[in-house]
C-alpha cells in the first residue's frame, strides 16, 4: 500500500470512529431533559408547565422505580400517583427494561419510550421514591399516599443531599415532628423536581464491596445450614459466596455484561469454595474431602428472587409480557449460574450427592434454623441494597416464616405446601407491619414497602439447591434425575409468589378486584 493510500485509509478510518463517537453521545435511555420543550418550562411552576415538561417527571419517576426491580404493576401505581396532583392521566406499558407511556391532560397528549442498558434490585431506591411521591403530592396542596406522617417525606427529601444515611434522617424527623421542616411556601418548580431525581438517581450503593462480600458469605452460610449442611460445608459456602460477590460487585462497578458476570463469580465462588475444603482435607481434616455438594451453596448469592417474585406477580395481574420478560430473565441468571457450577464439577471431577444428617437435637436445630433464617434475610438484603432497619425488620419476617416452613417440612407437611404457607405468612406479616406503622402502633420512620420486606424474606425459600443439581445431572446426561430435581425446582418456584399473591388478594383490593 502506498504512502497516499495508507493515509487515506487512516483519514476514513479516523472519521469513522469520531462518527461513532457522535452517535453514541445521542444514544441515551430517555428523551434528554434538555429539549426545547422541557427547557423553556424549566423554572416554570409545574403545575403551570407544559405537557412535556409534566410527562418528563412522571416518566422519569417510572424509569427509577423500573431500576430499583419493582414489579410492572408497582411501576405504574407509582406513575399514576404523580400523575395526579398535576390533573393528568397515564397510561404506560411496562416491561423489564422499558416503558412506554403516553400522558394527556385532556388537550393534548405525548408519548415516552424511556429503556435501561440493564436491570437489577435497589430497594433503598424504592422506599425513597415513595417518600419523594408524598412530597410532591404535599408541595402541590395533596395529602400523602404512602406514609401517613408526611413530615417525615418532606424532611428526607429535602436533606438528602446533605447524607448519605437517610434511614436515620428518617429517624430524627420522627424524632422531633414537624419542627425539622416546613414545607416551602414557594410554588414547586420543573427544575426542583428534576434535582431531587437526580439525587435520587446519584446515590452510591449503601455498602461497599467488602461489606456487600461479607453480607453474601453470611446469607450463603446461613442458606447451607437451612439446606441440611455442617459446620465445613457452611465455612466453604461462606469463603467462596464473599470471595464470588466481591469480584462480582467490581466487574458490575465496570458495567460488564451482567451474564458474563454471573458466569464469572459463580466460577469463582465454586473454585474458592472446593479449594478451601481440599486445603482442609489434606492437611488437617480429613472427612472435609467427603463435602462434595458445599461448593453448590457458595453459588446460591446469585439466585435472582426478586425479579422471580414480581414476575411471578406482574403475570397475577395479567401482566403476561412484563411477567414474561421477568420469568425469562431469571432463567437465563439460572442457566448461565448453574452451566458455571457443572463446568467447575466437570473440571474438578465434583460429585454432589447431597448433605449428610445434622443429626442435632429438635430444639437446638429449630434454635439454629431461626438464627439462620434471620442471617440469611439480613444477608440478601443487604445484597439489595436495603438500609440496616429495613433488613433486619426483613430479617425477623424470615426468622419467623422459614422456621415455619422447615418445622411443616419435618411433621411431613410437602415441601411446595409448605413454601406457599410460608410466603403467604411472610406477605401477610409484611403487610400487617406496614398498616401497624401507619396507624402509629410502631414508629412511622419504619414504614417501608411491603416488596421490600415480604421479597427478601422468601428468597432463601428459593430452592436454588436443586436448580444447581438438576443442571448438574443434565450434564450427565442423566434425564431422569435432572428432571425430578427440575421439578422439585419448579413447583417451589410456582408456589412462592403464589403465596405472596394470596397475601396481596387477602389485604389489598386493588388485588382482589380487576379494576
Known sequence: MSISANFRHNSVYTELKKNQQAVRQFHTHDIPLDMEDIERDWNSPVREAGIAAKSSIIVRVGMLALSAGSSGFHVRDMMHSMAYPLHMHVRADVNLTDIEATCTDGKERITEVINLPSTGVNTERIWLLEHFIDWFNMRLGVGTIYHSQGHISNTIINELATTDNAAKLSAQAAKHGTRIHMPSEKPLTVAEVHHHLDLLERRKPLYTPWFSALASAVACACFVFLLGGALFDMLGAFVGAGLGQYVRRKLMGRHINQFVVVFIAVSIAALACTGLLQLAGHTFYPPALLHSTAYIGSMLFVVPGFPMITGGMDLAKVDVQSGVQRIMYVLTIILMATLAGWMVAEIIQLN???????????????????????????????????????????????????????????????????????????????????????????????????????????????????????????????TLGALDWGFKAFMVVVCLPLGLIMARVITDRSWRHDE
Open 352 to 478: 454432589p450427592q447431597g448433605f449428610e444428617p445434622q443429626g442435632l437435637n429438635p430444639v437446638v436445630l429449630c434454635l439454629l434454623r431461626m438464627a439462620c433464617a434471620f442471617g440469611g434475610v439480613w444477608g440478601f438484603s443487604v445484597l439489595f441494597n436495603s438500609p440496616q432497619r429495613m433488613c433486619c425488620i426483613a430479617g425477623l419476617i424470615g426468622l419467623i416464616t422459614d422456621t415455619l416452613r422447615l418445622e411443616f417440612v419435618d411433621v411431613g407437611l410437602p415441601m411446595e405446601f409448605g413454601a406457599f404457607l410460608a410466603a403467604l405468612l411472610a406477605g401477610l406479616l409484611a403487610s400487617a407491619w406496614r398498616s401497624l406503622v401507619r396507624h402509629g402502633k410502631l414508629p412511622s420512620h419504619l414504614g417501608y414497602p411491603r416488596i421490600c420486606l415480604s421479597v427478601p424474606s422468601i428468597v432463601i425459600m428459593v430452592p436454588g439447591l436443586y436448580m444447581y443439581r438438576s443442571m448438574y445431572y443434565l450434564g450427565q446426561l442423566n
